[in-house]
Nanobody, 121 residues
């Protein structure tokens, strides 16, 4: 059993900052990618940022220069530092973790329940 829990969401004014955290716990042998997605009301879920098992990072064009992803490998935790927030960043932010469990030989994606980020204008 693997659990993924996000935290850090909230209400912030435009131009403000937030830090999201995502922790994976449970029966984990190894973690590969840890990714952030978001879903705004009436829109499809979209990729925001991600970091691989060896530290390579990627960002959606819409957040480049404003968001920063980092990872604590020892704590199975990924962070998303969000700056210069805009109303269009309002969404539920989800964490996806690619996990290898002891009873499997393939990595499996696990999702968290999401954390709400609301940016007021």
């Amino acid at each position: 059993q693997v659990h993924v829990v996000e935290s850090g969401g909230g209400l912030v004014q435009a131009g403000g900052s937030l830090r999201l955290s995502c922790v994976a716990s449970g029966s984990i042998r190894s973690i590969n990618n840890m990714d952030w997605y978001r879903q705004a009301p009436g829109k499809q879920r979209e990729s925001v940022a991600g970091i691989t098992g060896v530290g390579s990072m990627y960002y959606a064009d819409s957040v480049k220069g404003r968001f920063s992803i980092s990872r604590d490998y020892a704590k199975n935790t990924v962070y998303l530092d969000m700056h210069s927030l805009k109303p269009e960043d309002t969404a539920v932010y989800y964490c996806k973790v690619k996990v290898l469990t002891p009873d499997n030989y393939l990595y499996t994606d696990y999702w968290g329940q999401g954390t709400q980020v609301t940016v007021s204008s």
